[in-house]
């Protein structure tokens, strides 16, 4: 299996696991998860597209190292999956550790803020 190929399942797989097995986020019921990411997509897309269209690339990949699947405008498919288990990551630890809490912050007469 090609080396980009092989290291973005894993880390995709290392990633969904994590959040099922151990960290437990929830985010995977989110609406606001899937519509970051669709937002994400989207600039991926533009951004990636261009990044490594065959016309003209700024970014190479080696034929042994990737599935050869491009798709749309010369994105190899391992862009999604990794750019997936990127953000995903970011997002489970942000809201696992990084206070993404959703209860407003209650304020105390000198203007201290508590939860």
């Known amino acids: 299996m090609p080396e980009y190929t092989l290291w973005t399942l894993l880390g995709m797989a290392a990633v969904l696991l994590a959040e099922i097995l151990w960290l437990r986020t929830g985010i995977f019921r ?3 998860y899937w519509t970051t990411l669709a937002i994400i997509l989207g600039f991926q897309v533009l951004v990636d597209g261009w990044l490594t ?6 970014v190479i990949y080696h034929p042994r190292e990737f599935s050869g699947i491009r798709f749309p405008w010369d994105i190899p498919l391992e862009d999604f999956g990794f750019g997936w288990a990127m953000v995903t990551l970011a997002i489970i630890l942000w809201n696992r550790w990084g206070g993404a809490d959703d209860a407003p912050a209650r304020r105390t007469p000198d203007d201290r803020e508590i939860r």
Do not use: V
Not at 53 to 58: D, G, R
């Open 30 to 32: 989110q609406p606001r």
């Open 53 to 58: 269209k065959l016309s003209a690339p700024l």
